[in-house]
């Protein structure tokens, strides 16, 4: 992601998948996102993508994801203690903790 913010003039990068876009996994360019962001929040806009319509985004499509990830275990979210216990499992699987 930082390479493709390095190379272009692109304002962030950003994974999508097949449940959609995952902005917390994503890397932004902070002097061009954050007035974007700003003016979201002033306009009520309170979702965490609202802002990327104004914005110039690239998107990592899910071919370029599972070349490093193909099971798309950095998307797991942790909501609750079920979702808790199934990731700790899933990690003592693949030996990471």
């Known amino acids: 992601q930082v390479e493709v913010l390095l190379n272009t003039s692109t304002d962030g990068v950003v994974p999508i ?31 965490l993508i609202s802002w990327m319509g104004w914005a110039d985004i690239h998107y990592l499509d899910e ?9 798309h275990l950095a998307f797991e979210n942790i909501n609750t203690p079920e979702d808790l216990a199934r990731t700790q499992a899933l990690a003592r699987r693949i030996d990471i903790g």
């Open 63 to 71: 071919d370029t994801i599972d070349r490093f990830d193909p099971e």
């Open 17 to 47: 998948t097949h449940r959609g876009k995952e902005p917390l996994h994503a890397a932004y360019r902070r002097e061009r996102c954050e007035p974007l962001i700003r003016r979201a929040i002033r306009l009520g806009k309170m979702r």
